[in-house]
């Protein structure tokens, strides 16, 4: 079945920055090689983790050209497409088709409210500039724009349409949309600290932008789930929302932070850009403990 490729753990690519901070192709192969060898079943290109909103057009169609080029036939490949403008966004389209991705994803129109008539307009407009599979990018928090059932079943009725990725926080909304989609339709829960729960309530798989930083953890997480094992889930779970909390208590961003473990573990990514924060010197000793943190589980489940 084509939908099986979408299932298990998918994390979302990190920016990879050189000193300068610019696109850096040898960084992010740097950051493929990690992740094929982690053997996570996909990369989410070019969406929040990637820091898409703060990349050029040119930037953002280089690194999905970076990442095709290096993990092409070896894993699934989505590549993240929203961008401010319609045309934007069917030009990055456009581009990930031609490069061979699987599936295109996208958020709603963002900084305009606009009526659900017209964001129905947006997706479907991508939808039609390639012949690719499309996940609908559910994301409340950061968009002002929450994804109703009804309009997720006026957009399933195109058959290209073959998921969401939720990532509202009420794991309600996960098992709304299960509901609504049924087996022909994947729903990949969104919020880190609920990978477990997520799943337990109906999601098939999940994207997420801490899972490069604990891959094994979120792959033994999904084995339990597999195996119904949901006590040892709910216990690592727990051990991973620990980790996570540590992660956005720094003072500089949790993509930040991110990035200093992988670089600490010897995969350089660069840092982040501003207006996001990189680490500071106070930083330095609760990443070394964070890195602690993760390895303990590790050893405690894996």
């Avoid at 990055?92 to 017209?118: E, M, T």
């Avoid at 012949?131 to 994301?139: A, E, G, R, W």
């Avoid at 724009?145 to 990532?167: C, H, M, P």
């Avoid at 500071?280 to 590790?298: H, K, L, N, R």
């Amino acid at each position: 079945m084509k939908l099986e490729k979408f299932h298990g753990i998918i994390p979302a690519f990190y920016a990879c920055y050189d000193d300068q901070g610019d696109i850096s192709e040898a960084r992010t192969q740097a950051l493929c090689d990690y992740l094929y060898e982690k053997k996570v079943q996909g990369v989410y290109v070019g969406g929040s983790s990637g820091e898409c909103i703060y990349q050029s057009l040119d930037e953002r169609k280089a690194v999905l050209s970076y990442v095709a080029n290096h993990l092409k036939g070896k894993m699934t490949l989505i590549a993240h497409v929203g961008a401010p403008s319609t045309r934007d966004s069917i030009e990055l389209a456009k581009h990930a088709a031609a490069l061979g991705y699987d599936a295109l994803s996208a958020i709603p129109p963002i900084y305009f409210k606009l009526p659900d008539r017209s964001v129905f307009k947006y997706w479907t407009d991508i939808i039609e500039a390639t012949p690719l599979d499309f996940i609908i990018y559910n994301i409340p928090q950061t968009t002002g724009y929450t994804l109703t059932t009804s309009l997720f079943e006026k957009l399933l009725a195109n058959k290209k349409v073959i998921g969401v990725k939720n990532s509202s926080m009420p794991t309600m909304d996960i098992e709304r949309f299960k509901k609504t989609g049924g087996d022909d339709v994947i729903v990949f829960n969104g919020p880190d600290e609920q990978y477990v729960a997520g799943r337990i309530m109906g999601a098939d798989g999940g994207i997420g932008g801490t899972y490069a930083a604990m891959p094994e953890l979120f792959l033994q997480a999904n084995q339990f789930i597999l195996q119904g094992k949901f006590e040892e889930a709910k216990h690592i779970q727990s051990d991973i929302n620990d980790i996570i909390i540590a992660l956005c208590s720094q003072n500089g961003s949790m993509y930040a932070v991110i990035k200093e473990i992988l670089n600490r573990r010897g995969v350089n990514v660069g840092s982040v850009r501003a207006p996001l924060e990189g680490i500071s010197s106070e930083d330095s000793g609760p990443i070394d403990e964070i890195i602690v943190m993760i390895d303990q589980a590790i050893q405690r489940y894996c």
